[in-house]
């Protein structure tokens, strides 16, 4: 069956602009988490949702970064004003079940702010 | 912030060799996993272990925890080209309220196996 996945897969935005991020879940998958990787990093969370309940938005890194689930599948990472700093590779990860459970990761969107 | 760390940052050996490489963190935790990630890609989940587990294998893999020591162990036998990547640790930490699997993530080790 289909992967999570992400798109695009690569955004240019100009410093200022806001964008938005999409991902596909696998389907059926109860847990949805956003990762943000800066080059030559690991990923760090940003957040998780729970069907369409985001439980966790603690890693957001600032109130210009929004995620939402509205229908319990596909969410979207909009990041609003962006800025360089927000020059990263943002992934999506799905697992089937709330809890401790492999997590199937998406392609990832690579953002370039300039 | 970043749970684990990674040791070491970089590995170069030959295809044949076997390749280690050590993870260490900080707080309790549930269970570590291991991913890897081919450069511009997404990463690929390659074992998990739980805490109450000191080793396991997969294939060529070979993991072990020791949580006395907050520290894992990652080895890969018979190493081919293919398994050039970046492989990263995660840990999912305990808490006092059920776990819904959030991954703290070391900064990796990235390694080069020549032909």
């Known amino acids: 069956g289909a992967g999570v996945s992400q798109s695009p897969r690569y955004k240019v935005a100009k410093r200022g602009q806001d964008v938005a991020l999409r991902c596909d879940p696998i389907?059926?998958?109860?847990?949805l988490f956003w990762y943000q990787q800066a080059l030559g990093q690991g990923p760090e969370f940003l957040t998780y949702?729970?069907?369409?309940?985001?439980?966790?938005k603690s890693g957001l890194p600032s109130d210009r970064f929004f995620a939402e689930r509205p229908e319990g599948s596909v969410s979207t990472l909009k990041i609003q004003r962006t800025q360089q700093e927000d020059s990263a590779v943002y992934l999506c990860a799905s697992s089937p079940r709330w809890g401790i459970d492999t997590q199937y990761f998406g392609p990832g969107t690579r953002l370039t702010v300039l | 912030s970043q749970q684990g760390e990674e040791d070491p940052q970089a590995l170069s050996i030959q295809e044949g060799e076997n390749a280690t490489m050590n993870c260490s963190y900080k707080t309790s935790i549930n269970n570590l996993q291991w991913y890897r990630q081919n450069s511009g890609r997404g990463l690929v989940h390659l074992i998990l272990i739980r805490s109450n587990e000191r080793e396991k294998h997969s294939g060529r893999l070979r993991v072990t925890l020791d949580t006395s020591k907050k520290s894992s162990s990652l080895l890969i036998t018979a190493s081919r080209a293919a398994d050039t990547a970046s492989y990263f640790c995660?840990?999912?930490?305990?808490?006092?309220?059920?776990?819904?699997?959030?991954?703290?993530f070391g900064a990796g080790t990235q390694v080069v196996v020549t032909p």
């Open positions: 949702f729970q069907n369409e309940a985001q439980l966790d």
């Open positions: 389907s059926g998958h109860v847990s």
């Open positions: 995660a840990t999912d930490a305990r808490r006092t309220t059920d776990s819904w699997g959030k991954l703290q």
